[in-house]
């Protein structure tokens, strides 16, 4: 890989590749006895094109799996079922009669998969069944504290909500007529290499970080670049060596050429290099990475791809107020789901929130200001928990925590100790105690966490990036960047080429690039694009909320 990364480096080779355009997908649930051929004619589709969005999908799909679907042909054929209950509802109405009792439980059959306690069921048997624990269970039906007892209707777990996208999508449109012009300002530093004196070795073992992160992100930009050029997108390239950082090398290019001939400008990768740049010419300059000091940025025409991190908190925080809210009926011994018997008078869970903080002053802020936001924006108990004597006693969380109650732990801290000492605590708590645990900075401090700990409490966090192998637009990039490179491509490459095939297909439209960042968010192979609520800069605020799950997968819930 080294060789050929060199050769790269020095030769700025071209590579090709085909991405489809991006449109709106959602995913549609196999009902039983559903053929391929059958959900493409109730979706007034072609069976290949349904298979040919599914292309994981060896012979008829099973029931209750998902398939990508076109979200127009899905809403269509909603709207002709709706239209169609409405023309009978009138018929039906005098037939529907159920008791009170039989109509609070298809209610909650709506909301929860139930299941009736059968002679010989145990809790044992129940987790090896359905996967979920006795404190799971407990949360979801405090009368188990009584003992299991046959007959009795439990709630098992939370059935998953349908996935519609409600974001508006920026929509993919070439103008054939359109031709580009595009400046990449990177810094390669080939003058430090061009000893021949020097290995391959040597050149890679030297500031090797930054080698990789340019010539990865080059080759990612390189496959976006051919991708449009294979649409028929006419694109002028030019690759420009920025050099030693606090060099005189960004004022001579700028000198000794003119920029504003480009339609756009991706790069540098400095902060204060793209305020330089910025500040000399009139066309939109892309920073393709993230810095502290990228708030500091005052040219209109910066364009910020990578979100602040407050943005990181307040997507958190969002979502927070948005799913603990979420009712959940939960009550005393015998109050529901018990005997059959249901009690619409039962208890509210409000919810638990504990904030882990430090001693570090930005913590204890950071802590304060979300504990206020959660305080106003939820019903639920909301503390902060900071160290004492340096260290957060297992004991001190159980003081706040409640039994069969909904308790999320937000880390809103990257000390290593602090976050050491909560997870631990966490992991081995009372059966009746289930815990949930968020962080808006998944730093490194949690990769020297083993991720079965992650998995155990339910670790979620929110990331700029998501990656889902299994996605076409994945599979398809990452097969052609292992055929042209021999690997397969890296955390800055796939940033590459996101980043600039967005900004591209974007102006290959013809249009103002604002106007474009306006339209809609976009996702690409693993990063979301949202610019909407920008306001002087274009500032990307496309975050993901991911989750862990037992089996160490990840869960993308946002």
């Not at 009669?97 to 048997?125: P, W």
Request: hydrophobic fraction near 35%; charged fraction near 25%.
């Amino acid at each position: 890989m080294k060789h050929l990364k060199f050769f790269i480096f020095l030769c700025i080779l071209t590579f090709t590749v085909s991405c489809g355009q991006q449109k709106r997908y959602i995913q549609y649930k196999v009902q039983q006895g559903e053929t391929m051929s059958k959900i493409a004619e109730k979706l007034a589709m072609k069976t290949p094109d349904l298979k040919r969005l599914n292309p994981d999908v060896e012979g008829e799909p099973r029931a209750n799996t998902f398939l990508v679907v076109p979200e127009k042909k899905l809403n269509n054929f909603k709207n002709q079922v709706k239209e169609s209950a409405e023309v009978v509802s009138d018929s039906i109405a005098n037939t529907t009669n159920l008791n009170e009792d039989e109509r609070l439980l298809e209610e909650i059959k709506e909301k929860f998969v139930v299941y009736e306690v059968k002679k010989g069921d145990t809790f044992y048997s129940l987790n090896k069944t359905f996967e979920v624990s006795r404190g799971e269970l407990l949360q979801l039906n405090p009368e188990l504290k009584e003992g299991l007892k046959v007959g009795m209707l439990l709630k098992i777990k939370e059935i998953p909500l349908e996935i519609v996208s409600e974001e508006i999508f920026y929509n993919d449109y070439i103008n054939t007529n359109k031709s580009l012009k595009v400046a990449l300002l990177l810094p390669f530093r080939t003058h430090k290499y061009r000893n021949d004196s020097l290995t391959l070795k040597e050149i890679f073992d030297r500031n090797s970080t930054l080698l990789n992160i340019t010539t990865d992100f080059y080759l990612g930009a390189e496959i976006a670049i051919d991708s449009l050029r294979r649409k028929g997108v006419d694109i002028e390239f030019t690759v420009y060596d920025t050099g030693n950082r606090r060099s005189n090398q960004i004022t001579n290019i700028i000198s000794r050429n003119n920029l504003n001939s480009n339609d756009v400008v991706i790069g540098p990768l400095y902060s204060e290099e793209v305020s330089t740049v910025a500040s000399n010419v009139n066309i939109p300059v892309i920073y393709p990475v993230y810095s502290d000091d990228q708030s500091d940025f005052s040219a209109s025409n910066i364009v910020k791809t990578s979100p602040e991190k407050k943005v990181f908190r307040e997507e958190l925080e969002r979502y927070i107020i948005e799913n603990i809210n979420k009712v959940e009926v939960v009550a005393d011994s015998n109050e529901i789901l018990l005997n059959n018997t249901i009690n619409e008078n039962a208890v509210l869970d409000r919810g638990n929130i504990i904030i882990v903080s430090d001693d570090n002053y930005k913590s204890k802020q950071t802590s304060r200001a979300i504990q206020s936001n959660l305080s106003l924006g939820t019903s639920a108990t909301v503390n902060v928990l900071s160290p004492q004597n340096g260290y957060i006693a297992k004991e001190r969380f159980l003081e706040l925590l409640k039994p069969n109650a909904k308790n999320w732990v937000i880390i809103a801290t990257d000390n290593n100790v602090a976050v050491s000492d909560a997870i631990n605590s966490l992991i081995s708590l009372p059966e009746e105690t289930t815990v949930k645990v968020f962080t808006f900075d998944k730093g490194r401090v949690y990769d020297r966490i083993d991720n079965r700990k992650l998995a155990k409490i339910g670790f979620t966090y929110v990331s700029d990036e998501f990656v889902d192998e299994n996605s076409l637009s994945t599979r398809i990039f990452n097969q052609q960047y292992q055929k042209k490179n021999k690997a397969l491509p890296s955390f800055y490459a796939t940033k590459g080429f996101d980043i600039t095939y967005d900004i591209l297909i974007r102006l290959a439209s013809g249009y103002d690039l604002k106007s474009t960042l306006n339209e809609g968010m976009s996702e690409r192979v693993e990063s979301k694009f949202d610019y909407r609520n920008s306001t002087y800069l274009a500032e990307n605020q496309g975050l993901f909320i991911v989750q862990y799950n037992k089996d160490l997968s990840l869960t993308r819930l946002k």
